[in-house]
């Protein structure tokens, strides 16, 4: 990249920074010393902020990044990204939101918490929120190493570490100072930005080629250097009983895993009633559904303009695709167009990432707070305070892990690290969710099962797959003990969730509280008594 582009593009990225900042800073003059302030923001913000805030905590680097650069380098495999988080929106607003905020106060433990024995639960659903959040604040760290090492040229190793840690730092900074209403505010400001990106980058790709999606496709598999296949399936996932199986696993993972993100249920928190958060979601699956239709005429518009093999050669994994497109839209290298909207571009992702990060880091470290650590003191004196204060150190220390497991997982596409995510939030997080809404003989032992029995075989199966070892691209390609042929674990352990939540019940020696589940019952589909 020539120094235009770095210069500009920096200098957007510290306009951005700063403006966050000032938020940040603006937001912690108020009062936000309670855990209703700092989880919720108050309660206070209107279901069309909340919907922004959502398409905005939601729209992260793997959808800006990684599933246009999926789709510019295995066409129509790649846009099962696009259809499976967009699909996911109908189980979220048809069975989770309005019930969630009805049963809830801050986190998805105090759902369970409703009916069962509050110290098992909490822990059990604290430790999954932690592990789905690490995971998924791994793929923004990457996608923030990937935008300055293309920034940079792709040369320096040690500017696409150090990107990782700052990212790292800022998000704690948003979270420890701001608290939700920070977050939430920041979320907003990059909704519109990414909006108005994407609309400005996909009508670009449609005058080039004169309003003809038949030509864009066209010309997107004549440069793929697949041909034909680039259009049709199996390109990514077709050939072998394997192949096909992880495509099955992979769109089970993302359609169930929305539903159990830790930080897209507590932003159900951030509205005063379930209408209200009803209708957040109303508003987010308008935003969510135009921007991943976008992301299809990106991909595709990657493909036939920079074409597949310079994607891959810029990035392996395809999560530069859209910055590179921005630079051939706006003129290519050297021209000021393209320097322009090389570093629109690269600022809007930059800010995604941020956004998204804080958001993510506020759930976990809510979590920790709000579920393990108040389930493990022994003393009830002063809840609400050192509840916060120890959410502020969580923040720190999720950060550092994020960082470290950012810069092991560098060279992995981030949409791939989001589905890990969201199979392990599918298979932990939703089961105990649906059967505690649902089901009246479910017991506590019931819910602690379902927890790790979804969990620990996700994130074994993750281990023990070629995600970690045993490919080219793992982790570790050095060595080999991979035992599971697939690389996303859902179609396995998403099953294995439900059996063990249904199993822990038949095996329980105590009997469902029917009182308690009546009393949820009627809370969640009434809101009576809801806080």
């Known amino acids: 990249m020539t120094g235009d582009h770095q210069t500009l593009a920096l200098v957007l990225f510290s306009v951005f920074i700063a403006v966050t900042l000032a938020i940040t800073s603006w937001v912690s003059r108020s009062r936000h010393g309670s ?153 907003i400001v990059k909704a519109v930005l990414l909006m108005a990106g994407a609309i400005t980058l996909t009508v670009l790709v449609l005058l080039r080629f004169h309003g003809d999606i038949g030509l864009l496709l066209t010309s997107a598999a004549e440069r793929s250097g697949h041909g034909a296949s680039f259009l049709g399936p199996g390109l990514r996932y077709g050939g072998d009983w394997t192949a096909r199986l992880d495509f099955v696993s992979l769109g089970l993972a993302l359609v169930l895993g929305t539903a159990g993100l830790p930080h897209i249920l507590s932003r159900f928190y951030t509205v005063p009633t379930a209408k209200a958060a009803r209708r957040s979601v109303v508003w987010s699956i308008g935003l969510i559904g135009g921007f991943y239709l976008m992301t299809i005429v990106l991909g595709f518009g990657a493909a036939a303009l920079v074409g597949s093999d310079a994607v891959r050669a810029s990035n392996a994994a395809g999560n530069t695709a859209v910055p590179l497109l921005a630079l051939d839209l706006g003129g290519g290298a050297g021209s000021t167009g393209g320097a322009v909207l090389f570093a629109v571009v690269a600022a809007v992702a930059f800010a995604t990432i941020l956004a998204v990060v804080a958001g993510i880091t506020l759930a976990s470290s809510a979590a920790v707070a709000h579920d393990l650590y108040a389930s493990m003191r022994r003393a009830p004196g002063r809840k609400r305070h050192s509840e916060v204060a120890v959410a502020r150190v969580a923040a720190a220390l999720v950060g550092a892990l994020a960082i470290g497991l950012g810069l092991l997982a560098r060279d992995l596409n981030v949409a791939f690290l989001v589905g890990l995510a969201f199979a392990v939030a599918a298979s932990a997080n939703l089961p105990v969710l649906l059967y505690s809404l649902f089901w009246r003989r479910f017991t506590t032992r019931g819910a602690v099962w379902s927890v790790y029995g979804g969990l620990v075989p996700a994130v074994l199966l993750v281990v023990f797959s070629p995600v970690v070892s045993g490919s080219p691209g793992a982790l570790f390609p050095g060595v080999d003990f991979h035992l599971f042929p697939l690389e996303n674990p859902g179609i396995v352990s998403v099953p294995l969730g439900f059996l063990a939540g249904w199993l822990g019940t038949a095996t329980s020696p ?15 589909l009434t809101g009576a008594g809801a806080v």
């Open 35 to 187: 855990a209703e302030e700092f989880y919720a923001g108050g309660r206070l913000f209107s279901p069309m902020e909340n919907g922004f805030a959502i398409a905005g905590d939601y729209m992260s680097a793997a959808s800006f990044l990684g599933i246009s650069g999926l789709i510019a380098l295995f066409g129509y495999d790649g846009m099962l990204y696009s259809v499976g988080f967009l699909v996911a929106w109908l189980v979220v607003l048809l069975l989770v939101a309005e019930l969630v905020r009805n049963c809830g106060r801050f986190t998805l433990a105090d759902v369970l918490a409703a009916r069962m024995r509050e110290r098992p639960v909490r822990i059990a659903a604290g430790t999954s929120s932690v592990t789905v959040s690490v995971l998924y604040l791994v793929a923004q760290m990457v996608g923030a190493g990937s935008l300055v090492a293309l920034l940079l040229g792709g040369t320096s190793e040690a500017a696409r570490a150090w990107t990782v840690i700052g990212v790292g730092a800022l998000m704690v900074i948003y979270v420890s100072w701001g608290g939700m209403r920070a977050t939430t505010w920041i979320q």
């Open 510 to 524: 105590e009997p469902p509280d029917e009182q308690r589940h009546a009393e949820t019952e009627v809370r969640a």
